[in-house]
Structures are given as structure tokens and as C-alpha cells.
């Protein structure tokens, strides 16, 4: 059996797909069943967080279960196949270790570094641990996944580089502003009382806001939410829970607001949003929000780079000019003469025929060479073929209200985004600015952690796959001893017990030391790559039946299930 995983994450697709690819608990239940019940799977575990789906499994046959698995993928989120195949990655045996590893780590994560991943792990074992679609394979590989992510974040500085995505959501709203500085005195609504809830809440009430209201459907989970928040030692801030009914009401009331429910639909949409600012953003504001450059560039006609037939423009060469039309300034920009006469007739719906251009007398060439040496001499180079110059933006009021939606599928309306006095950061843009993040030196030191640590768990499982043979060679062993002895007995019958324990101490000893450095040599020769051969090899020399090696193994596997349902995940 092999350790394969298929799966999508912030990194392979578009946030859009990943939202419409979210699994809810009672899908992830059914994934993993019904993974478990397929031909190829004998393990599941899915590990289902706001910016990746993946589904493990110890699979037989390699090709087979990424068939499978993408498939129950697919079936599952809703995604179809065709749609969603593009975007899956597939990883196998040590490079499925080292992925997780490196997502146990931070060192896959929206925001590098981040530890919130450690507890999403932790709950994907116990999960699978419940339905037990978690056997010997995948306990061993997450149980050490949550120890290597430990270990990076105590061992390096991984921490400096990541923070949670709440911590980085509030920077993007604060824009540069010291979060502490930004949140002091305002009031905060916290929409939701899960993990991601709960941190937001923490991390706001740490800020130094002035209120938290919480809102979620169930109220008893919201009412502990305020009371931790309350009576937390390190803060000094008043919370109190709601229902989610008096949403809009408070809305009106909150400086910031954090979103982060299990909703299918919107919980905030722009109609909403919009009653709750409304009184709180000046005209002018407004006005300054509809002649800001994004709004402009959005009323412009969308470029049409590399569609108008006839064009004599280079059009590759202004590809970049994105939001402009080659009828535009920005596309004619350092344009020569002849190529500059070619586009006014070609805009004017004129033709000129490029013969008769290239047919320019001498004296006609002489005054466009003295041109373009006259523009030289004035600015210091012949103009270039350039993107447009960056517009200066216009400078926004700050926002009546900010919105931080971390929910998948989003919480809030995306077309919040075009209200005026409204700021929303959502995971899509916070893939986007993560991306131009800045990583930590530490990295280098937690992947070269990740490395050590899949090649020790590649060693230790090659060593565990022999391990059931070896037990049964000595248990065969044993067998050969007892019926010795059992022979003797009838050959000698007068032996007393003394020297019939000494006999069988003595073959015992002999067998053991026979069976000593064979079976510690080939533990050590099976940790090493290609090592499970040696398996076989002993079946083979000592002529083991497979079905005791297996009834071995299903006893160790048995015991070892027992013991790490009763430990619970590390």
C-alpha cells in the first residue's frame, strides 16, 4: 500500500473555484466513507480548510486511486471532474510526506509561517479517527505531521515570517497602520463562533478594542465566546453576544467587522452593507469614491488588445496596457512617424496602403530622421513603445466601515467592494497581497527540517513493513522449538524438569542467536530506499506463509489504532 493525495489549494486555483469547492462536515463525512469503501483506498483522511480541499489515502494501485480519488472529489464538492481536474495536484508516497509535512509547517499556507494550520490538522486526524477511515498509515503520517510542525516552530524563527490570517487581514485594513494603533478604541463585530471566529475575536480584543459583539446562530456558543473575551487576564474588554437576527442592527453600530461562518449563502450582502453606512459617509466622500482611478479605469472600455482587424500596431508590444483601448494614448505612445500615420488612418476608418509609405522619397526620409535626432537632442533618448505611466491615485477617506470576510465560501458580497465607505478584505484579496509578502530567513531552516524529517519517517515506515515478517519468522521459530521438544519428550519420557528446562533453554538460545543479526541486520537494510524487498526475500528463504505475515500485521495494526484513538491526536 502507497500514500497518495489529490487535491486543490490557493496555489493551483482561483479562489472563485475553491469557494464553489468547499466541503461542509457532513460532505467531508461522506468523502471519507465513501473513499474508504472504494477498491483502490483502504485509509482516508481529508484535510478541509479556507484555502485547500485534499484527500488522503493509502491507496494499492497508483493510477487507479488518483482516478478514484479525483473523482470522489469531484463528486463531493460539486465541482464537476472536467472543471475541476485542471486545477488538482497529485502527490505520492514520499512527496505526499513531504507536503504534508510542509503544510503542517506554514510553508504552504496563504500566509507563510502561519500556525492555525496545526489545529486544522489536528481535527482532520481526529475526524478520520471517529469514522476510523484512519488506520496505521495515515495515524503515523498526520501524528507526526503535528510533531514536525511543532518542532519548526520551535526550533526556527518561523513564527516572525507568518502570522494568522487575521492578523494579516487586519494589516491589509489598516493600510500600514500598526494594528494596535488602528483598532484602539473602535467597535468590533465578530460574525460566527468557530476556531477562525474565536482567533479574530482574541486577536481584536489583544488590539485594544473598545467592544467585541458576537453574533452566531447557536447562542450558547456565542455567549462563551464574550464570557472568555471578558474575563480573559490579558484583556480589558467588554464583549456580549447576539443573535445573528440583530446582525444588521449592529453593523450600524461597528467600526470593523469579521466575518467567518459555515454559511452556504451570503450572511452579508451589499444591499445590507450599504444600509448600514448610510448617514455615515459624507457626500463629498462618495463623490471621491466614484472619481477614484479604479472606478475610472472600470468605465473605461475594456482593452481590446489583439482583436481589431486591420490595426497596423505591434500589438504585442501593448499588451500591458490593460483598461486601454489601441485607439488610446497609452497605445501610440513613442510611436514613429510613418506607423503614427498608418493608426490615425486606420482609427479615422481609412486605409493607407503600406507601399506606398515604404516608397518615401529621400528628402521625405531625411525630414523624419531629422525629427526623430531633433526629439533625441530634447530628451535625451529616441521615445520607446512603453506602458502608460502609473496614474497618481486620488487619496480616499478612511472607511465608515471595515469588513474582513474569511469564510469559503465568502460571507460577504463581493460587490461590497464598490461601495463608498466601505474597506473589504476577503480571501481573494489576501491571496493577492500575500503573494508580494516578504518570507522570513527561517524558511530555508524549516524546509530543511521538513526534508530531515521525510526521510526519518520513510526510514521508520520501511522498517515497520518488515516488521510483521520478522515476528512471524520467529514465531515459526518458536513453533520448530516446541515440537522439538515435544519429540523429545517422547523419545526421552523419563526426563525429569530440571534437565528437560535445561534442554529447552538451551535450544531457545541456540535458535535466538541463529536468528539474531539476520533480523536486526534486515531491519536496518529495509529502512534504507528499496529496502521493502527484503520482506519478501525472508518469506522467500524461510518459506513464511503470507497469511500469517498478514494476520501479524492486522494485530499490530489493530493494537496500534486502539492506542491512538485512546492517545487522541498529538
Known sequence: MSLLVVGLSH???PVSLLERATLNADAQIKLLQDTVAAEPATEAAVLATCNRVE?????????AGVAELSTLLAQHSGVGLEELTPYLYVHYEDRAVHHLFAVACGLDSMVVGEGQILGQIKDSLAKAQELHSAGRLLNDLFQQALRVGKRAHSETGIDRAGQSL???????????????????????????????SSLAAATLARAGVAEIVVANR???????????ITEGPETDVSARAVPMESVPFELTRADVAVSCTGATGLVLTAEAVAQAVEGRVPQDAAADRTAAPDDVREELPPTSVGTEDGCPLDLSAVQGATGFSVMGEAAVAGMDAATLEQH????????????????????????????LAAMAVTVGRIPERRRPEPVARIPRPAPALSLLDLAMPRDVDAAVHRLAGVRLVDIESLAEASADAPMAADV????????????AFGAAQRAAHITPTVVALRAMAADVVAGEIARLDGRLPGLDDKHRAEITQTVRRVVDKLLHAPTV???????????????????????????????????????????????GPA
Do not use: C
Open 11 to 13: 496555489r493551483s486555483a
Open 521 to 567: 541486520r534486515v531491519k536496518q537494510l529495509a529502512a534504507e530506499p528499496g529496502g521493502a524487498g527484503y520482506a519478501d526475500a525472508l518469506r522467500t528463504l524461510f518459506d513464511l506463509d503470507q497469511e500469517t505475515v498478514a494476520s501479524v500485521s492486522r494485530a499490530q495494526q489493530d493494537s496500534e489504532n486502539e492506542n491512538s484513538k485512546n492517545r
Open 218 to 228: 447557536t447562542s450558547d456558543r456565542a455567549e462563551r465566546l464574550a464570557q472568555i
Open 55 to 63: 484527500l488522503y489515502a493509502d491507496v494499492d494501485k497508483f493510477h
Open 166 to 196: 487575521v492578523t494579516f487581514g487586519l494589516q491589509q485594513l489598516s493600510s500600514g497602520t500598526p494594528v494596535e494603533a488602528w483598532v484602539k478604541g473602535k467597535r468590533a463585530l465578530v460574525i460566527g463562533a468557530g476556531s477562525m
Open 444 to 455: 530555508d531552516a524549516v524546509r530543511r527540517i521538513v526534508s530531515d524529517e521525510v526521510a
Open 344 to 371: 490615425a488612418a486606420w482609427v479615422a476608418g481609412a486605409t493607407v496602403d503600406r507601399r506606398e509609405t515604404s516608397r518615401r522619397t529621400p528628402e521625405a526620409e531625411a525630414e523624419l530622421i531629422a525629427a
